[in-house]
């Protein structure tokens, strides 16, 4: 594989966590990746839900996401979800899409009857395009 050797710069609209925010957990990391405060919109699509949960990310790297969600959501359970990535291309195209299947590792209640924190890793992803209002 062939890099180029001039890169774009990181855009500044991303603030990538620095490495004092990583958190120790007894004696090893909890987290293994920096995150990004990103807030992206995001649908959960579980099956005890008739409708998908929407919401949005609060943080995200590059193997999971941070959510806050109203649907409870149980440590070890597997789901589908779609986040929509901002697009700043060409003015047909609509943002990208990650369809991805994702585990919960973490569920933190924010109050006795929600809303729920969820910490989630990415298990499987593709990548799609809004095309005038469908899904390529």
């Given amino acids: 594989m062939v890099f180029p050797t001039v890169l774009e710069p990181f855009p500044e609209c991303v603030a990538l966590g620095r490495a004092s925010e990583v958190m120790l957990y007894g004696d090893r990391e909890r987290r293994k990746r920096l995150r990004a405060q990103l807030h992206w919109g995001i649908r959960l699509i579980t099956p005890s839900s008739a409708v998908p949960v ?20 149980a440590a070890g359970q597997v789901f589908d979800c779609i986040v929509t990535v901002p697009w700043h291309g060409d003015a047909d195209d609509g943002p990208l899409c990650l369809r991805c299947r994702a585990r919960v590792i973490r569920v933190n209640p924010q109050g006795p009857h929600g809303p729920f924190g969820i910490c989630c890793q990415i298990e499987q992803y593709s990548v799609s395009v809004l095309r005038s209002g469908q899904l390529v």
Wanted: net charge negative.
């Fill in 54 to 73: 929407e919401t949005h990310t609060e943080n995200v790297s590059s193997d999971g996401f941070y959510c806050v969600s109203t649907a409870p959501l």
